[in-house]
């Protein structure tokens, strides 16, 4: 154990601590007590009259088939956005590992994306897949498949979730690139000899020294599908046709926001803090500790 | 087990750049080959391209009689240790040692009773559960030995395998990778920067620089009778003193380019005339107890003490130019000061000459 750095100054620590305990105290521990709050109360649309009412906006959220299809339709989201925004990120690392020449270009395309806010990403993909005027609907519906995802819940989940997706692809490349590097080129080489083809050297010695990146990727990533995808599917779906693409956080807006229902939708997003904290607990209590740290 | 053959091996990189410029090097069966030279020569290269992770350019490289030149690293059955040990960080010491064979398929039962058996040879039985990480430097190096002992392959090749570890430790792995290698009479090539390494553990020491084997021979043909000044200044410590000297005195003797003049005893001199480098070792050069039996005459400037020897730094006392610093090692206890002028004998037959304009030796 290194020893202790020891602040001469009493203060200080506290002054340099200051900005960044006001940011979060102001943009995240005052709303979640306000939310935290506002779900034991009942509101009209007005704001004029308020109720305590105790347990029953969560009763009432937990009961209600719409939101149990929100948390169901979230579930699908989660894993499908981390599961290919991961997949496809490391497959597009690997590959741009073994660039030799414009390495460079390569990634700085590739990392593009991330760059682009989310409600645009949206509209991007939205254009490109609209049954009336999108070119890649055009193409779909001329090799036969019936494309419309303004009536078909199934593929409105599929746009969404391309979307949501792609958009996070480029952060997880850069992610993965780091690691891919931060792997001792002696260690593949040694494996080679060894007698290990690609695909072995891949699942046995790169993959699982991978894994602190990837470990801290599947947190980064279930945070986004839970919360930042909000505006893509805003942007595409609107959470439609029905309610098929309509995921947790989407509701927690529309009920609030859009209905007016401030109760049942605070007493959502208390659900939702604590699901995130439940899945965050469980990643870094279960999955961690299969992860090696060099 | 097999012999490695090497036949005009280059490399070139990118089109221009040559790092290999054309090596040939015969490795009998079970014998060790040293590849030694300063940082940028080639000689790792050179052993990348031995294990199959460079491609040859040019030549070819054969292991036990067949030309491995288009075969992968796998195919060409070959076990390497690495500088930094490149042992697999997430698997534990038995899974490090283990993993090759596996990959090559061999039984469970087989692969343990080697595992152990490799463990044991290595002292290494009591870590086998343990990963890299905690373990020392020496007992890391182990277990890269291990993976290749384990493998029973047809040569091992070492690159600069004990360069990371201290001095003391350095020295004790150096004596027990000899006695291992010669037990268990595998062909070796080894590489390293570091001389003693070198002149301790080769049946064929290779000395490279730039690109090219300029002596290629027995550590001890190499020290008495190094080809260039190249190899003369590399092996041997303190490095061999070299003189720029004309040949005079009716072909007797020579005359230094700083000034004074040398009869180096049962030494053959080229042709009057003739400017060359005398080369005289620092441990070849004796005081003497008179002037007129002295070659040289040594005004010592500093003093080195090193307990079994004394390294006298100083100029031909004679010089009437600064330059040209000679290095004699003398006996532990000899009592030198600075300021003192020695009288320097030059050990009958030890004097080397070579070539001032090529650096070859005459």
């Known amino acids: ?294 | 087990m097999a012999n490695v053959e090497l036949k005009n091996v280059k490399k070139v990189y990118g089109g221009s750049v040559e790092a290999v410029k054309g090596v040939s090097i015969s490795i009998p069966d079970g014998q060790m080959c040293v590849l030694v030279g300063p940082s940028g020569c080639g000689k790792s290269t050179l052993l990348r391209m031995i294990a199959g992770l460079e491609t040859i350019t040019e030549g070819t490289v054969s292991i036990g009689g067949t030309v491995v030149n288009d075969m992968g690293p796998v195919e060409r059955d070959i076990a390497m240790v690495f500088q930094n040990y490149a042992l697999y960080p997430h698997m534990s010491v038995y899974d490090n040692m283990a993993y090759g064979l596996r990959n090559r398929g061999m039984a469970k039962d087989e692969i343990d009773r080697r595992v152990r058996e490799a463990a044991g040879t290595l002292g290494l039985a009591d870590f086998l559960q343990r990963r890299p990480r905690e373990l020392s430097g020496g007992q890391r190096q182990r277990v890269a030995m291990g993976r290749a002992i384990v493998r029973s392959p047809k040569a091992f090749l070492f690159d600069e395998p004990l360069s990371n570890l201290d001095a003391k430790l350095r020295g004790q792995m150096r004596v027990e990778i000899k006695s291992l290698q010669r037990r268990l009479g595998v062909t070796s090539v080894y590489v390293t920067h570091d001389q003693v390494e070198a002149m301790t553990l080769a049946d064929t020491l290779v000395v490279m620089n730039g690109g090219l084997a300029e002596q290629i021979d027995t550590p001890m043909a190499i020290y008495d009778k190094p080809a260039s000044t190249f190899v003369a200044g590399f092996i041997g410590s303190p490095a061999m003193n070299l003189m720029t000297a004309r040949v005079a005195d009716g072909g007797q003797g020579l005359s230094l380019a700083g000034g004074g003049s040398v009869k180096p005893r049962d030494t053959v001199l080229p042709e009057i005339g003739r400017e060359i480098l005398l080369g005289v070792r620092p441990e070849h050069m004796t005081v003497t107890s008179s002037r007129s039996t002295a070659d040289l005459t040594l005004k010592v400037t500093a003093v080195e003490i090193l307990g079994a020897d004394v390294l006298a730094h100083g100029q031909p006392a004679d010089a009437t130019q600064a330059g040209g610093e000679l290095i004699a090692r003398l006996p532990g206890g000899t009592r030198v000061d600075v300021g003192d002028v020695l009288p320097m004998a030059i050990n009958p037959g030890m004097a080397h000459l070579f070539d001032a304009g090529t650096g070859k030796r005459i």
Do not use: C
Not at chain 1, 93 to 110: C, E, H, N, P
Not at chain 1, 199 to 211: D, E, V
Not at chain 1, 273 to 282: E, K
């Open chain 1, 1 to 294: 154990m290194s020893p202790r750095v020891v602040f001469p100054n009493k203060i200080l620590p506290y002054a340099l601590l200051l900005p960044q305990l006001v940011i979060v105290g102001i943009f995240f521990y005052w709303p979640a007590s306000q939310a935290l709050y506002q779900s034991v109360l009942r509101e009209d649309p007005f704001g004029l009259r308020t109720t305590f009412v105790g347990m029953r906006n969560f009763q009432r959220v937990l009961a209600d088939p719409n939101y149990l299809n929100a948390v169901e339709n979230t579930a699908i989201f989660s894993i499908a956005v981390a599961f290919f925004a991961m997949s496809i990120a490391l497959l597009l690392a690997v590959m741009a590992d073994k660039i030799i020449k414009g390495k460079g270009i390569y990634r700085t395309m590739l990392i593009w994306p991330y760059a682009i806010a989310p409600a645009i990403a949206g509209m991007v993909w939205l254009f490109m897949f609209n049954p009336a005027m999108g070119t890649f609907a055009f193409m779909l519906r001329s090799a036969g498949y019936a494309w419309d995802p303004l009536l078909k819940g199934d593929q409105a989940m599929i746009l969404v979730i391309a979307a949501a997706a792609w958009k996070q692809i480029s952060y997880n490349f850069l992610f993965f690139v780091a690691g891919l590097q931060a792997i001792p080129k002696t260690l593949i080489e040694a494996a080679a000899i060894d007698g290990a083809g690609e695909t072995k050297r891949f699942w046995t010695i790169i993959f699982p020294l991978l894994a602190p990146t990837t470990f801290f990727l599947l947190v980064i990533n279930t945070t986004y599908a839970f919360f930042d995808t909000f505006g893509i599917i805003h942007a595409v779906t609107g959470g439609g046709p029905g309610k098929s693409t309509e995921t947790l956080v989407y509701k927690v807006y529309h009920d609030g926001f859009v209905n007016l229902i401030l109760g049942d939708s605070a007493a959502q997003s208390v659900i939702l803090m604590v699901i995130v904290i439940v899945l965050t607990a469980i990643q870094f209590r279960y999955v961690e500790k299969k992860v090696h740290y060099g």
